[in-house]
């Protein structure tokens, strides 16, 4: 019998400071994010093979354009005198969001705040930050957006050097310090051109050719990068990227360096071996009525893989190999496994139901709660087949290839 009493959950943090507050913001909009649903919990899986082939990207980020936009905003407030870091983050917030109504106007999809406009509560910077860190544009991947405020106004106030301050500085495959089109650097924080001149005047969300080729270099030079699936991607053909609609088909249509296969190979499989348990999941949350769970489901069952390969795949590899340490995820894998071959759906629905509890508790876990979700014709299926961001990461790989075969090689 079904619990009806429960309320819809509600989050609440303490409000320590702007930085915890865009963490805690962070969180939630991924939460939000298609794709990032983690019904059965291997939330961890999932983030530890996102971040090694595509490290830099994130589920809410959408163009491109914003790696460079963000930073052309932060160098013209570097340059203002006798500025405080508060005063700086909340000037670089009021000119981000001036910058959404003239992005709109081209009529283009991804700009960020197209629907809260002036209310937007994530602005650009917050949801490229890591990014930039982590393809060196920022110089210096170990400061947070409040450390860049505070560390900039030391160097104008003191007229010191960053290095100076104990920042290290990530130069291990960045080569020299001019971007890929021969711009000389502004050098300071950014390892990128200054922005150019009225930019904001011709402002549009696709990149220019020197912004994409710039943008390319840097994933391909850093060190955080350099070695990962993004970047191998992006040096291969245009039109064979192009092909690539899913991640499955990376591995079909490329021939991959060794170690890039690997983790490849290793986030396939997984996601193949936990697809079935995300279709039950919504097959027990819809009580059977998902007829496209149900169609998926038996296409999964007589899969080459489950067919071929089930019975000799190690379901705990990929924690070893990220070094995850979570017992109850590897029983709950291994237990999916042995379910599946005795092929007792009864003991697979079970299994599910109980580890939704686990982490959830009983009065949130929505298959024993019909207050919390009840399911109607049409509804689509919560989770899916994993693909660990790489449609996210196609976005931003597809705003630089068409940059750099001059589609919107414009200015600004």
């Given at each position: 019998m079904f619990n009806t009493s429960v309320n819809p959950l509600q989050i609440g943090w303490i409000d320590y400071s702007p930085e915890h507050r865009r963490k805690v913001m962070t969180v939630l909009q991924s939460l939000a994010a298609p794709g990032?649903?983690?019904?059965?919990?291997?939330?961890?899986?999932?983030?530890?093979?996102?971040?090694?082939?595509?490290?830099?990207?994130?589920?809410?980020?959408?163009?491109?354009?914003?790696?460079?936009?963000?930073?052309?905003?932060?160098?013209?407030?570097?340059k203002q005198k006798n500025i405080t870091p508060n005063a700086l983050i909340q000037k670089l917030n009021d000119m981000e969001l001036e910058l959404i109504e003239p992005l709109l106007k081209s009529g283009e999809k991804g700009v960020i705040g197209e629907t809260a406009g002036k209310n937007l509560k994530r602005k650009p910077s917050s949801v490229y930050w890591s990014g930039l860190k982590t393809f060196g544009i920022l110089r210096y991947p170990h400061l947070s957006l409040e450390d860049?405020?505070?560390?900039?106004?030391?160097?104008?106030?003191?007229?010191?050097?960053?290095?100076s301050m104990g920042v290290s500085e990530d130069v291990s495959s960045q080569g020299d310090d001019s971007d890929a089109a021969g711009t000389s650097l502004t050098g300071g924080f950014w390892r990128c051109p200054p922005p150019p001149e009225n930019w904001r005047e011709h402002i549009s969300i696709h990149l220019t050719y020197e912004e994409a080729l710039?943008?390319?270099?840097?994933?391909?030079?850093?060190?955080?990068?350099?070695?990962?699936?993004?970047?191998?991607?992006?040096?291969?053909?245009?039109?064979?990227?192009?092909?690539?609609?899913?991640?499955?088909?990376?591995?079909?249509?490329?021939?991959?360096?060794?170690?890039?296969?690997?983790?490849?190979?290793?986030?396939?499989?997984?996601?193949?071996?936990?697809?079935?348990?995300?279709?039950?999941y919504n097959l027990i949350l819809s009580e059977g009525r998902n007829e496209k769970a149900r169609q998926l489901w038996t296409e999964w069952l007589s899969s080459y893989f489950v067919t071929q390969r089930f019975e000799h795949y190690e379901p705990v590899a990929p924690m070893d190999y990220l070094q995850i340490s979570n017992p109850a995820l590897r029983r709950f894998l291994t237990q999916w496994k042995k379910y599946v071959l005795a092929g007792n759906e009864e003991?697979?629905?079970?299994?599910?139901?109980?580890?939704?509890?686990?982490?959830?508790?009983?009065?949130?876990?929505?298959?024993?709660?019909?207050?919390?979700?009840?399911y109607k014709v049409g509804d689509g299926l919560r989770g899916g087949k994993l693909d660990f961001r790489y449609s996210y990461a196609r976005d931003i790989l597809t705003d630089i290839f068409k940059a750099l075969e001059g589609?919107?090689?414009?200015a600004g």
């Open positions: 990032a649903v983690d019904e059965i919990g291997i939330g961890q899986i999932r983030d530890g093979f996102s971040h090694k082939l595509f490290p830099g990207t994130s589920t809410i980020q959408t163009r491109a354009k914003y790696f460079f936009l963000v930073p052309y905003i932060l160098m013209e407030l570097e860049y405020a505070r560390a900039v106004c030391a160097v104008r106030k003191e007229n010191l050097d960053i290095r710039h943008l390319k270099q840097c994933i391909i030079r850093s060190s955080f990068s350099k070695d990962s699936l993004l970047a191998f991607l992006l040096q291969v053909e245009p039109e064979v990227f192009t092909a690539l609609e899913d991640f499955g088909a990376i591995g079909e249509a490329l021939e991959l360096p060794e170690s890039i296969r690997q983790d490849f190979e290793m986030a396939r499989d997984f996601s193949r071996f936990i697809f079935g348990a995300s279709l039950r003991d697979m629905d079970s299994l599910i139901v109980q580890r939704e509890i686990d982490l959830k508790g009983r009065q949130r876990a929505k298959l024993r709660n019909s207050a919390l979700y009840s589609s919107h090689a414009q």
